[in-house]
């Protein structure tokens, strides 16, 4: 059974950073694509962050492009997203993602095979 787990989610103010990771069983991992996605109240799912098998391609989001950093770990099976100044528009819940397309396949919105429970980020101005 597949397993994502996210943590790192909290109140931060805007310009703070946060580490979000998500920790993965069940799976093997280096053959899987990571990404993260984020949903805010009343708002769909978009794409944030998608980092392929191997952790060489990444992609981001133009809303978070300079500011996040999606990075993996495929001995600890752990994907990381580092968050740089944080705005208040970034506040949402930050989900975790695995499958075993491509990380472009992600930030397409195809769709995707696990998705962890989530974790609260909030921004405060």
């Known amino acids: 059974q597949v397993q994502l787990v996210e943590s790192g989610g909290r109140l931060v103010q805007a310009g703070g950073s946060l580490r979000l990771s998500c920790a993965a069983s069940?799976?093997?991992?280096?053959?899987?694509?990571m990404g993260w996605f984020r949903q805010a109240p009343g708002k769909e799912r978009e794409f944030v962050a998608a980092?392929?098998?191997?952790?060489?391609?990444?992609y981001y989001a133009d809303s978070v492009k300079g500011r996040f950093t999606i990075s993996r770990d495929n001995a600890g099976n752990t994907v990381g997203l580092q968050m740089n100044n944080l705005k208040p528009e970034d506040t949402a819940v930050y989900y975790c993602?695995?499958?075993?397309?491509?990380?472009?396949?992600?930030?397409?919105?195809?769709?995707?095979?696990?998705w962890g429970q989530g974790t609260q980020v909030t921004v405060s101005s």
């Open positions: 069940g799976l093997t991992f280096s053959t899987h694509a």
């Open positions: 980092i392929s098998g191997s952790g060489i391609a990444k």
């Open positions: 993602a695995a499958d075993p397309s491509t990380a472009r396949e992600m930030k397409l919105m195809r769709p995707i095979d696990y």
